[in-house]
């Protein structure tokens, strides 16, 4: 089979010392901190066979993630900008979904020719934070697509495990097969909204207001979901004025760019506390720009409100504090897609009609061109970009 490998050289950066861990596994915790030099390789792999927990899925859509992007285009310095767990060489990507076309003697809740969708953090079910029922906070975590083989080719082996069925969205009647497979693969960005916005606390209310900073895919199924559950008000905050539009098409009661406001000499501050009488109750960071984001969103809170921090960069934020301690708010992180029923839910609400993540699609393209839509990927306007295979 075709499959699009990612290779670099393992390189710490100056001042940076891997553990015995990451020296033994040759896998980085922190990509961006070892991986240098990274190139993307079309190469011929033997197509897999199943083992005894794995169904073999041929992939039909597959999501370029702004994480690829960060693996194949390198810092200034070199480095991959990409700040989670990587070995390499990997194939790459992990938004996927597919037709299952073989499985193992012990698997016994999927069939073949059944469409399927996968999560891509492959927690062990094993260790404490896994068995607290906390899966993406797995201490042995490994990442389809970084860690693990991806999807960015014919075929990709899966365990049972992490997969869902599609099926109960094709019996809806709503879409198509090929429908289904490009709602499938957008379940793994849109289930990292989920769990930022849903899962682990009791902030979420109807009627709550909402701020999602950073309107790319994430922060587009943001939009939808807080939309869908019932938020009062939804304002999306990014300076692209493409990415404003297609979250307001989302969902998003207003969008507006924090460029636009200084240029136009209103504060930011007052605009938003405006927008939301008083505040907002879920600030969502979904732009990676902590250092420009964090104090505003700190500034704008609801008392009792909350900020979720989905963003992975090595940006840090200076906070007074004095918020959170006053409205007795919280400042959260959140990481991954897997457990808490996120896949399930989200498949019933797209079959359901509750959501349609399908807006936030704005390119296609065909497999193997794999690069071009990595590069399509890079241009911010762009909303999600996706490669497909007949
Ligand atoms: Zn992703
Ligand atoms: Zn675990």
Known sequence: MKAFVLHGNWLPRPGYAPDERERVTRKAAIASQVWHAPRLIMEGHT??????????????????????????????????????????????????????????DAVTTLNVGDAVVAEGMLWCGLCEPCRRGTPNQCVNLEMVGFSSPGAFAEFIPVRDRYCWSLEPLLASGRVSREEAFALGALLEPAGCAYNGLFVGHQRFRPGVRVGVFGVGPIGLATVALARA?????????????????????????????????????????????????????????????????????????????????????????????????????????????????????????????VIDLSVMVTQTFRFPEVEQALEAAGDRRQGKVMVTQP
């Open 229 to 353: 559950a019932g938020a009062s008000k939804v304002v999306a905050i990014d300076p692209v004025i493409e990415r404003g539009a297609l979250a307001r098409r989302m969902g998003a009661h207003v969008s507006l760019s924090l460029d636009e406001l200084i240029r136009s000499g209103e504060s930011p501050v007052e605009a938003l506390r405006d927008l939301s009488n008083g505040g907002f109750d879920i600030h969502v960071e979904a732009a990676g720009a902590a250092d420009e984001t964090i104090a505003l969103m700190e500034r704008t809170l609801a008392p009792n409100g909350r900020i979720v921090y989905l963003g992975r960069t090595g940006a840090t934020s200076a906070l007074q504090l004095d918020t959170l301690v006053s409205g007795a708010s919280e400042l959260a992180g959140s990481r991954g897609h897997a457990g808490h029923g996120i896949y399930p839910n989200l498949i019933r609400m797209t079959a359901a009609g």
């Open 47 to 104: 197509d897999p066979s199943p083992k005894a927990d794995e169904v073999i899925v041929r992939v039909k859509t597959c999501g370029v993630c702004g994480s690829d992007v960060h693996c194949v285009r390198p810092d200034s310095a070199g480095y991959v900008r990409f700040s989670g767990p990587a070995r390499l060489p990997v194939i790459l990507g992990h938004e996927f979904s597919g037709e299952v076309v073989a499985k193992g």
